[in-house]
């Protein structure tokens, strides 16, 4: 794992999927209606990318151009990945696009709205809110490349298979990033790692929780990490997150596991 990554070397790409003939794969072999489900929670989480991004940068880190120039490319990327998704689910006829993100947004609750002044506020009281972040950042990264691994598994189409390990490569790129500067702000101060500990294992959630309603998160985490094989890749990120400085030991997805249900693995 590289000890710090260079935004200036992070260029943003559209993910590029104009060679996959996505009406002709999804006609014959239309996907089932669970990974629809999957794919619709995922199409609407990418699209509110720039909502999380809007909450990012009324804390301090709008002040470092390092992170503002990754954040920039961050946000263009996983723009087109809801792009990419929302092709998936038209050739299903599933909602997707504009329309969908506009309804998505404004079905969101009065806490979701206050988001920005709450993010204000807690970088006023926490000294390093900005580690806080690039942490939180780093689990919802790896648990979305996990996810999106978990449902290629589990749908076996070859045409989303391929769609999803393009997506997965640049979230690959999103988690090195998070996690080194995670890792280098942690290690510089020991309240910083008591208060982004302290955060986590109060606060965290799997990545959408408080944008799609309960019932969507559980079924989500109980489909893509329900089984042996998602037990496993959950416990490889907990094992990730061990491995940042003070951050040993909080079981962050194994628990959403347990919390949301998750039979365990031998049971299945
Ligand atoms: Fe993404
Ligand atoms: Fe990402």
Aim: overall charge positive; glycine content about 6%.
């Amino acid at each position: 794992m590289p000890a710090t990554v260079d935004p200036g070397t992070f260029l943003g790409h559209r993910l590029d999927i104009r060679d996959l003939d996505l009406d002709t794969a999804f006609r014959e072999r239309p996907l089932d209606s669970d990974t629809l489900r999957c794919l619709q929670y995922m199409h609407d989480i990418e699209n509110h990318t720039v909502c999380y991004l809007r909450d990012t940068l009324v804390t301090p880190a709008h002040e470092d151009p390092r992170l503002t120039t990754f954040l920039t490319m961050w946000n263009y990327e996983e723009h087109w990945h809801g792009e990419a998704l929302a092709a998936v689910l038209e050739a299903h006829d599933r909602p997707a696009g504009r329309t969908r993100v506009a309804q998505v947004r404004r079905q969101l609750g009065r806490r979701q709205r206050f988001r920005p002044a709450a993010f204000l506020f807690g970088s006023m009281i926490v000294p390093d809110m900005v580690a806080v972040h690039m942490t939180w950042g780093a689990v919802n990264e790896l648990t979305t490349q996990a996810g999106y691994a978990q449902l290629a598994r589990k749908a076996d189409h070859p045409v989303l298979s391929d769609l999803l390990h393009r997506i997965m490569r640049q979230e690959g790129r999103h988690v090195d990033f998070y996690t080194s500067e995670a890792r280098t702000r942690l290690a510089r101060s020991k309240p910083t790692r008591r208060v982004t500990r302290l955060a986590l294992r109060r606060f965290w959630r799997p990545v959408g929780h408080g944008v799609r309603p309960e019932s969507e998160v559980g079924f989500l985490i109980n489909h893509l990490f329900g089984d042996a094989a998602g037990r496993h890749a959950a416990a490889r990120i907990d094992r990730h997150v061990d491995r940042l400085p003070g951050m040993s030991g909080l079981r962050l997805v194994s628990s959403a596991l347990e919390r949301y249900g998750a039979a365990p693995a031998a049971a299945r």
